[in-house]
């Protein structure tokens, strides 16, 4: 069966480093994009992408990253974590606006 | 810019009992609008959707909602939750042109009571 899968489930790294949260879906979807989940918030659009080599700033992207080098992945990039970044990061795909969009399972990450 | 409102933060039910879930979006045109469910330690599934026609429409487990335009609303309803109904629900709007973005409300926890 098709499927969207994140890895890692569960991440702790330490303030300043690079960290690079994966993301792979087997639907051949073209759009795809990352939210963070925080208390209070909800689901906050950090990037997204509608096809290969194609990226967009969502409304929280400060401090992230991603790349769309292929139809399969979108790996997020936090290019030097802090402790504000401490979150559930959830990616999702579609295959077009029209339709659903599937999630992964998340990723929780802790910046100490 | 488009947005999305929940108004409630919380809300608790009995079993048995009805439940009704309130979202206000803001967007120029009328846009694809979805409810999303999100049990404890899970990721979102997706409950029902409206894209046009019938303003009323079915979804998965028992649950229904209602497109408003003169509102602006897209409500969530269940005649009678069951104590697995407990969890966090989301209200989400795509826009209609090709670069519609998928864009969630801050969430409603519903909790349901014996």
């Known amino acids: 069966d098709a499927e969207i899968t994140q890895s890692p489930r569960h991440k702790i790294t330490e303030t300043g480093r690079q960290v690079t949260l994966a993301c792979h879906q087997t639907?051949?979807?073209?759009?795809m994009f990352w939210y963070r989940q925080d208390l209070g918030h909800g689901l906050r659009l950090i990037h997204y992408s509608y096809g290969v080599q194609d990226t967009n700033k969502g409304e929280v992207s400060d401090g992230y990253s991603v790349s769309r080098s292929n139809t399969e992945d979108l790996p997020l990039t936090l290019e030097s974590a802090a402790s504000s970044q401490t979150s559930v990061y959830f990616c999702?795909?579609?295959?077009?606006?029209?339709?659903?969009?599937?999630f992964g399972q998340g990723t929780r990450l802790t910046v100490v | 810019a488009q947005s999305v409102t929940q108004p409630d933060i919380h809300i608790t039910v009995s079993e048995g009992a009805s439940l009704e879930l309130r979202c206000n979006y803001s967007y120029g045109a009328t846009p694809y609008l979805f409810w999303y469910v999100q049990s404890p330690g899970q990721g979102l599934q997706l409950l029902l959707k409206y894209f046009s026609g019938d303003t009323l429409v079915q979804g998965i487990k028992g649950f229904e909602a209602e497109f408003k335009r003169s509102q602006s609303s897209f409500n969530l309803r269940k005649p009678s939750v069951h104590w697995s109904d407990a969890a966090e629900y989301f209200c989400?709007?795509?826009?209609?042109?090709?670069?519609?973005?998928?864009?969630f409300g801050a969430g409603t926890q519903v909790v349901v009571t014996p």
């Open positions: 999702a795909s579609r295959r077009t606006v029209n339709t659903e969009a599937f």
């Open positions: 639907w051949n979807h073209n759009n």
């Open positions: 989400a709007v795509a826009g209609t042109d090709s670069w519609g973005k998928l864009q």
